[in-house]
């Protein structure tokens, strides 16, 4: 579930306590979170060096431990990271523990086992191999205004497709969009300037934000959409029910009375039919897709293992 905002969360709780001390070993206590790299391997390469700075790329943490030697941490569904003394009990699900030479261990844990650790020589390089697109807090609007224009389907999938802006999940994405006032299946390139400006400014202030409180979902406004989100919400700006619709394979939640398609009268009339003509190169999620209330069962705060990129 961790998200930018979380992960933003994690690359400060590091920065603020794991940086600059000598790394004595590394505890590995369950491989499978190690992707192209052994656990002895790790552990040569690390031990002796020090944690110097880090950088945070979409949901990926990357943590620089010497030239040309990063340590990238993705916290998949439930991963987070534990600084303890030595007095302080491990986690039971901590998988990897990095010790430091003052007795302080970074523990990385994760319940679900969906997280990853790997050793990478080059940013740069890993961002492009990977096809990630950019941070949806360093974005422009130039940017944001271009990816949007360029690419059909529903505003929500866009906002997913961690191809095209990385960072944001399926909570905040409905978030992103409750604050906009926009239908989450919205065909994005009908996006007028001033609903793009709209769509930009509630990007970047519902993820600030989030990072400002700490991602501490108790202390998340009361008018957010997210405490609200599951079978028998509310919309807290007007109190209708609030609706539940699978759009680019994830379920959203939305007012339907707040959230407008934004679509032009003629438009709504023939929204079955869309304009444009059929046979488009580009993969599109549109309104189409938006089937109706399918409320899934699982808990709406998880996410499905495999839209975790
Ligand atoms: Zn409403």
């Given amino acids: 579930m961790p998200e930018l905002p979380e992960v933003e969360t994690f690359k400060r709780y590091l920065d603020n306590t794991s940086l600059h001390q000598r790394i004595t070993t590394v505890e590995v206590r369950d491989a499978y979170v190690l992707k192209r790299v052994s656990a002895r391997e790790l552990v040569r390469r690390l031990k002796g060096r020090r944690f110097e700075n880090s950088h945070r790329h979409g949901k990926h943490l990357l943590v620089r431990a010497g030239n040309e030697l990063w340590l990238r941490l993705h916290f998949g569904m439930t991963g987070s990271l534990e600084y303890l003394n030595q007095h302080q009990e491990m986690p039971k699900t901590g998988r990897v523990i990095f010790c430091f030479a003052n007795n302080r261990r970074l523990a990385f844990d994760d319940q679900r086992k969906f997280g990853e650790i790997e050793l990478i020589e080059d940013v740069d390089e890993f961002v ?182």
Avoid at 138 to 163: C, D, P, T, W, Y
Avoid at 196 to 210: D, I, N, P, Q, S
């Fill in 128 to 309: 492009e191999t990977r096809s990630l697109g950019p941070d949806a807090l360093e974005i422009s609007f130039s940017q944001f205004k271009a990816i949007m224009q360029k690419h059909r389907g529903a505003v929500k999938a866009i906002l997913l497709n961690q191809r095209l802006i990385v960072g944001i999940g399926n909570l905040y994405a409905d978030e992103i969009l409750f604050r906009a006032r926009m239908h989450p299946g919205t065909e994005a390139a009908r996006l007028r300037d001033i609903d793009l400006t709209r769509l930009f400014r509630a990007t970047r202030y519902v993820l600030e934000k989030a990072i400002a409180l700490k991602t501490d979902f108790n202390r998340l406004p009361k008018s957010w959409l997210l405490l609200h989100r599951g079978k028998r919400g509310r919309c807290p700006r007007c109190g209708r029910a609030l609706k539940s619709a699978t759009i680019g394979g994830r379920t959203s939640w939305f007012c339907e009375h707040c959230q407008k398609r934004n679509a032009e009268p003629s438009e709504r009339l023939a929204h079955s039919k869309p304009l444009r003509q059929s046979g488009a190169k580009t993969h599109r999620t549109s309104a189409a897709d938006v089937l109706h209330h399918r409320p899934k069962t699982a808990d709406n705060f998880l996410q499905s293992a495999g839209d975790l990129a």
